[in-house]
């Protein structure tokens, strides 16, 4: 049993008036009589329990029965704990060290109840990419200290280029890590898929951060595609859809107008990729009214998906 379980069952035995004294933590978990001293020391001086000794009941008992340990009442606080611990594990970070050991001083630390917690809590999130450790290291060591960074980069099409980063900020965008930077090879705000950058090694500080990116840079238009926004689209959601979509949060501008048939979801793109994604998505349920353009390309991709399943 860990100090921690006899902590929480020295307290309980105190909370229903048993008079536990030394003798009686030795004899029932086989302790030596310092390490059972030292827990009655531990919960009196290191959590602060109202510890008072009764000479006539030969025990300790407390002199406010209102007192609690950490966490003991907070099962939502206990949840949150092991809710952002597996949501790490599920953002592709489960593979660090540092995670490891994170859960087993959480263990350590918390109730016990936080391992069958752990058990019983699952977040399930797609396509979430591993990350190699030295890179992710150099990345927050860089983003933290505030140092150059260079990276061997690979795009989208398999092209290689090396870069000299000033690294801004980490974002996790539907279980994928971003680096927001600003590219001296480009000399501008990039956004960097962080699955493709196949080296990193953090350099020189940055004596003060030259190159801040706009507040709009991230959040001015809809999806993980930055830019200055091109236009606002209005999509026309019916049947099953309507009911997702009524209740879900794209962007912090979006306008939802509710019709008898569904709902008109209005919303600021920048780039058509995501948006067209998240329409083909939900089928015949969802219509692009605006802009034409986007429409096009929607027609356009559906009438190549089409071909494809055409018998020859």
């Given at each position: 049993?860990?100090?921690?379980e006899?902590i929480?069952?020295?307290?309980?035995?105190?909370?229903?008036?048993?008079?536990?004294?030394?003798?009686?933590?030795?004899?029932?978990?086989?302790?030596?009589?310092?390490?059972?001293?030292?827990?009655?020391?531990?919960?009196?001086?290191?959590?602060?329990?109202?510890?008072?000794?009764?000479?006539?009941?030969?025990?300790?008992?407390?002199?406010?029965?209102?007192?609690?340990?950490?966490?003991?009442?907070?099962?939502?606080?206990?949840?949150?704990?092991?809710?952002?611990?597996k949501?790490?594990?599920?953002?592709?970070?489960?593979?660090?060290?540092?995670?490891?050991?994170?859960?087993?001083?959480?263990?350590?630390?918390?109730?016990?109840?936080?391992?069958?917690?752990?058990?019983?809590?699952?977040?399930?999130?797609?396509?979430?990419?591993?990350?190699?450790?030295?890179?992710?290291?150099?990345?927050?060591?860089?983003?933290?200290?505030?140092?150059?960074?260079?990276?061997?980069?690979?795009?989208?099409?398999?092209?290689?280029?090396?870069?000299?980063?000033?690294?801004?900020?980490?974002?996790?965008?539907?279980?994928?890590?971003?680096?927001?930077?600003?590219?001296?090879?480009?000399?501008?705000?990039?956004?960097?898929h962080?699955?493709?950058?196949?080296?990193?090694?953090?350099?020189?500080?940055?004596?003060?951060?030259?190159?801040?990116?706009?507040e709009?840079f991230?959040h001015?238009?809809?999806?993980?595609?930055?830019?200055k926004?091109?236009?606002?689209?209005?999509?026309?959601?019916?049947?099953?859809?309507?009911?997702?979509?009524?209740?879900?949060?794209?962007?912090?501008?979006?306008?939802?107008?509710?019709?008898?048939?569904?709902?008109?979801?209005?919303?600021?793109?920048?780039?058509?990729?995501?948006?067209?994604?998240?329409?083909?998505?939900?089928?015949?349920m969802?219509?692009?009214?605006?802009?034409?353009?986007?429409?096009?390309?929607?027609?356009q991709?559906?009438?190549?998906?089409?071909?494809?399943?055409?018998?020859?």
């Amino acid at each position: 049993m860990s100090q921690l379980e006899r902590i929480y069952a020295l307290h309980q035995k105190l909370k229903n008036n048993r008079y536990p004294n030394a003798r009686t933590l030795q004899e029932e978990f086989e302790l030596s009589r310092a390490t059972a001293h030292r827990d009655i020391n531990y919960l009196r001086d290191r959590l602060l329990a109202p510890l008072a000794f009764d000479s006539g009941k030969n025990g300790y008992y407390y002199t406010d029965n209102a007192f609690s340990l950490p966490f003991e009442d907070s099962p939502k606080l206990l949840f949150l704990m092991g809710l952002l611990n597996k949501m790490a594990d599920e953002a592709g970070l489960g593979n660090l060290p540092e995670m490891h050991k994170l859960e087993k001083r959480l263990s350590q630390l918390i109730a016990p109840g936080y391992e069958q917690l752990m058990e019983n809590v699952s977040c399930q999130w797609i396509e979430v990419e591993d990350l190699a450790p030295s890179i992710f290291e150099s990345i927050i060591e860089a983003v933290l200290q505030k140092r150059f960074l260079e990276i061997e980069y690979q795009s989208a099409d398999a092209q290689m280029s090396k870069r000299t980063l000033e690294p801004l900020q980490l974002v996790n965008y539907q279980g994928r890590w971003y680096l927001l930077a600003y590219c001296y090879l480009r000399n501008d705000h990039r956004l960097f898929h962080m699955a493709r950058i196949n080296s990193a090694t953090s350099g020189k500080k940055c004596n003060k951060q030259t190159h801040p990116a706009p507040e709009s840079f991230l959040h001015g238009a809809f999806g993980i595609f930055t830019g200055k926004t091109r236009y606002q689209a209005r999509i026309l959601f019916t049947g099953t859809a309507a009911e997702l979509v009524r209740r879900q949060h794209w962007h912090e501008k979006q306008h939802m107008e509710k019709l008898e048939n569904g709902i008109i979801l209005s919303l600021p793109v920048a780039d058509d990729r995501e948006i067209m994604l998240k329409v083909l998505q939900y089928g015949s349920m969802a219509k692009v009214l605006e802009p034409e353009s986007l429409q096009q390309r929607i027609a356009q991709e559906i009438e190549q998906m089409a071909l494809q399943y055409q018998k020859r």
